[in-house]
Nanobody, 121 residues
Framework: QVQLEESGGGLVQPGGSLRVSCVAS????????MGWYRRAPGNERELVAS???????DYADSMKGRFTIFSDNAKNTWWLQMNNLKPEDTAIYYC???????????????WGQGTQVTVSS
């Protein structure tokens, strides 16, 4: 079983920056895809950004140019750098990782507990 620990988040003014991080721990797994999702009040959970173990990235259109996802595969850690934040970026941000179990060969989706990001003056 894979555990995810998030850190970062908080309150920031519009136009400000924030970074959230996520660390995966456990035994007998290989990371395939890392990412961040968010859920704003009254909305469905949506993809923010993802990065594969080979470094391929994908961003939601509204985040392109403002958000950057990057990772340190050796440390099973990934970050989301958020710049030029807007009030509509206010949401709970969840880290996500798709892993392959070494023993069963099965793929699993794992989620963090979520961290609140609030953009407000």
């Amino acid at each position: 079983q894979v555990q995810l620990e998030e850190s970062g988040g908080g309150l920031v003014q519009p136009g400000g920056s924030l970074r959230v991080s996520c660390v995966a721990s456990g035994d007998w797994f290989t990371i395939k895809v890392m990412g961040w999702y968010r859920r704003a009040p009254g909305n469905e959970r949506e993809l923010v950004a993802s990065i594969s173990s080979t470094g391929n990235t994908d961003y939601a259109d509204s985040m392109k140019g403002r958000f950057t996802i990057f990772s340190d595969n050796a440390k099973n850690t990934w970050w989301l750098q958020m710049n030029n934040l807007k009030p509509e970026d206010t949401a709970i941000y969840y880290c996500y990782v798709k892993t392959e179990d070494h023993i069963t060969g099965h793929y699993y989706d794992n989620w963090g507990q979520g961290t609140q990001v609030t953009v407000s003056s």
